[in-house]
C-alpha cells in the first residue's frame, strides 16, 4: 500500500521522499491524495520561481550549474526542472540532467529532475507545473530549463515569476528571438559567452536595441547582463537581477495576481487538453478565487464534463 502523500512527510523525507511523490504524480495525477498533496503545496508558496528559456547550445545548463552554485553558497536551498527533448523510441528525455548539472548528490540542498517533452510544442513537459508547485512549497529558489526557444515555445511565461531569456553572439538569436512577441517574455536577458569580447558586446546592444521597440507587460525595465558561465563572469550579476525582479513583484503586489492568472491560464489548457474546446465551453467560467486550488477545481471539472 503506498505511503500517504503529505506536505510534511514529502519535507522531512528529503529528497527521496520528493522523488516518490513525483512518481506518485506522474502515475497518477487526479489521485486524491495527490490532489491534495498539491492543493496544500499551492497554498503555501515558498520560493522564487525562476524559468530559463533560450535556443539550443546557447548554455543553459552550464549557466544554471553557475546559478545553483551561486544560490548554494548564499545558503539558499534550490530545486531545478531540466525539461529535455524526448527519445522517439522510449518517450523519454534524451539528455539526463545529471550528466549536464554538477550536483552533489548528498546535499539534500539541491534537487534534480529532468523532465522529457514528448509532443508537447510550448518548451516543458506534461507535468512541469506540478512539479513546480511542490517543489515551490519545499525550496528556496526553483529553476526551470526549458527544452529551447522558438516563436512558439513560451509556456514559460505560465509558470515562471521570473524568466531569463539566454542569447548566444554571433548566431543572430540576438535579433531572430526578439520577434513575434518574444520581446515581452524575459524579465532578464542574459547574453552568454562573454568571453566573445566584441561580438559579445554587439549582441547586447542589438538586444537593447529591439527591446526599446517594445512595451512591456508591467513597469519593469528588462536588464541585459552579459556573462561567461564558462570563466564564472557575470553570475552573481545575474542571480541580483532574478532576486531584484522578485523584490519589484512583490513590492508591487503583482506575485500573487500573476500566480492566479498562472493557475487559471493552466486550467484552461488542462480542460482543453482533455475535453477540446468544447470542453472548455460547457465548463463555462474557469477563472479562479483567491487561494482555490487549480488541482481540487480540474478534479471538479472533469467530474462535471466526463459521461456518466
Not at 111 to 139: C, E, I, K, Y
Request: charged residues 25%; contains cysteine; glycine residues 12%.
Amino acid at each position: 500500500m503506498p505511503e500517504q502523500l503529505t506536505l510534511a512527510g514529502v519535507r522531512s523525507g528529503g529528497k527521496a521522499a520528493l522523488a516518490r511523490a513525483l512518481a506518485r504524480i506522474e502515475k497518477g495525477p487526479d489521485d486524491t491524495d495527490v490532489i491534495d498533496l498539491l492543493s496544500e503545496a499551492y497554498r503555501t508558496p515558498v520560493a522564487h520561481v525562476a524559468g530559463m528559456t533560450g535556443p539550443p547550445g546557447v548554455g543553459k545548463s552550464t549557466l544554471l550549474n553557475g546559478l545553483i552554485q551561486g544560490w548554494r553558497g548564499g545558503g539558499k536551498t534550490v530545486a531545478c526542472i531540466a525539461v529535455d527533448p524526448s527519445s522517439r523510441r522510449s518517450g523519454g528525455a534524451l539528455l539526463g540532467d545529471r550528466t549536464r548539472l554538477s550536483t552533489d548528490p548528498e546535499d539534500q540542498g539541491i534537487f534534480v529532475r529532468s523532465m522529457a517533452a514528448r509532443d508537447r510544442l510550448g518548451g516543458l513537459a506534461g507535468l512541469t507545473v506540478q512539479a513546480m508547485v511542490l517543489m515551490r512549497a519545499l525550496f528556496d529558489v526553483v529553476l526551470i530549463e526549458t527544452v529551447g526557444v522558438g516563436q512558439s515555445e513560451t509556456d514559460v511565461v505560465g509558470v515562471a515569476d521570473t524568466v531569463v531569456l539566454c542569447v548566444q553572439p554571433g548566431s543572430g538569436d540576438s535579433l531572430q528571438f526578439m520577434k513575434a512577441g518574444i520581446a515581452e517574455i524575459p524579465h532578464v536577458v542574459a547574453v552568454t559567452k562573454a568571453d566573445m569580447g566584441a561580438v559579445a558586446e554587439r549582441a547586447r546592444a542589438d538586444v537593447v536595441g529591439a527591446l526599446s521597440l517594445s512595451d512591456h507587460p508591467d513597469s519593469w525595465e528588462v536588464p541585459v547582463l552579459t556573462l561567461s558561465a564558462q570563466q564564472g563572469r557575470g553570475i552573481d550579476e545575474l542571480i541580483a537581477a532574478i532576486e531584484g525582479h522578485a523584490g519589484h513583484l512583490r513590492q508591487s503586489g503583482q506575485l500573487d495576481s500573476l500566480r492566479q492568472r498562472q493557475a487559471s491560464g493552466w486550467l484552461v489548457d488542462q480542460v482543453r487538453e482533455r475535453f477540446g474546446r468544447e470542453g472548455v465551453r460547457r465548463a463555462g467560467y474557469l477563472g479562479l478565487e483567491r487561494g482555490e486550488s487549480p488541482f481540487r477545481r480540474l478534479s471538479e471539472v472533469s467530474r462535471f464534463l466526463s459521461p456518466p
